[in-house]
């Protein structure tokens, strides 16, 4: 994301759930090169008392208004909306920062629009830690990817898998194993859930050759993922326990992470590859 020193760059907000909430709160606060142009959401009188809390009200636009006012758009928002969103970001050459990583695999041709007119389309770390190790180890070789989730079992409830397969997630006493396949079929069954799996799959081997298992467990009040990664430079692995938001399918941590990434823009030291 390339902006000169002195120049401020104008981001706007799409959705205001629990990530999209903390990420306007910070930019109101102030993170330096940046300013909040606006915020869309789909029910706007629900956000009011949010909004009018924050030191400057932002204008609350339509998706389709946000490129003619703003540098960045960060996405926070249900996976349906993500081409609506990025699209006219990234035909300006513009940013758009996506948490919605797993869509990105379903409208792969935003990819190609963003390379064809100098657009980027970023997707935060979110909640995984070591992707930077994953990408450094992918300029090698990579063997293997794999990666196995364990949620509690209201993180789950309601996936189209679930759903399709009537698997009954509620009555379960142990944990349960109810996915084991590639990070892309995990992102067409698990919509809410998967984004962590897709955003590694990119940063490694691809969506096809990232193994994944997904357990539903009911003694869990976190989020767990840990991942193995076998390549030619070293072999790792990793494990982070996310405390869920207040929407149980996404990690606190998520937030805190576009915050971090908003921060490294302008920042004197950037730390992490």
Same mark, same amino acid.
Do not use: W
């Given at each position: 994301m390339s902006m000169q020193?002195?120049?401020?760059? $104008?981001? /706007?907000?799409?959705?205001?759930?629990? *990530?999209?909430?903390?990420?306007v709160e910070a930019l109101d606060q102030g993170i330096k090169g940046l300013s909040l142009a606006a915020v869309s959401v789909q029910n706007p009188d629900k956000h009011a008392a949010f909004l009018s809390k924050l030191s400057t009200t932002p204008p609350v636009l339509d998706i389709a208004e946000l490129e003619a006012v703003a540098d960045i758009v960060i996405e926070c928002a249900p996976a349906k909306l993500?081409?609506?969103? #990025? $699209?006219?970001? #990234? *035909?300006?050459?513009?940013?758009? *920062?996506?948490l919605s990583a797993g869509a990105l695999l379903f409208n792969e041709d935003l990819i190609e629009l963003a390379k064809a007119h100098g657009g980027q389309i970023v997707v935060p770390t979110g909640a995984l830690i070591g992707l930077d190790a994953v990408t450094a180890a992918a300029e090698g070789k990579i063997n293997s990817v794999t990666m196995v989730t364990r949620k509690p079992v209201k993180g789950l409830a309601g996936a189209p898998y679930i759903v399709e397969n009537k698997i009954d997630i509620e009555s379960i006493t142990e944990p349960l194993k109810i996915f084991e396949g590639s990070a892309r079929e995990a992102a067409k069954g698990f919509p809410a859930n998967l984004n962590v799996a897709v955003a590694l799959s990119l940063a490694g081997v691809g969506p096809d050759a990232t193994t994944l298992q997904i357990w539903a467990d009911p003694a869990l009040t976190r989020n767990v993922h840990r991942v193995e990664v076998d390549s030619d430079s070293a072999r790792f692995s990793m494990q982070i326990e996310n405390i869920p938001s207040e929407n149980p399918k996404?990690?606190?941590?998520?937030?805190?992470?576009? *915050? /971090?990434?908003? $921060?490294?823009?302008? /920042?004197a030291l950037r730390v992490g590859t």
């Open positions: 020193t002195a120049s401020v760059a $104008r981001v /706007a907000v799409v959705g205001l759930g629990g *990530i999209g909430q903390k990420v993500l081409p609506d969103i #990025v $699209r006219p970001f #990234v *035909i300006k050459g513009k940013t758009a *920062i996506v996404t990690g606190r941590i998520t937030a805190l992470s576009v *915050i /971090a990434l908003l $921060r490294k823009q302008g /920042a």
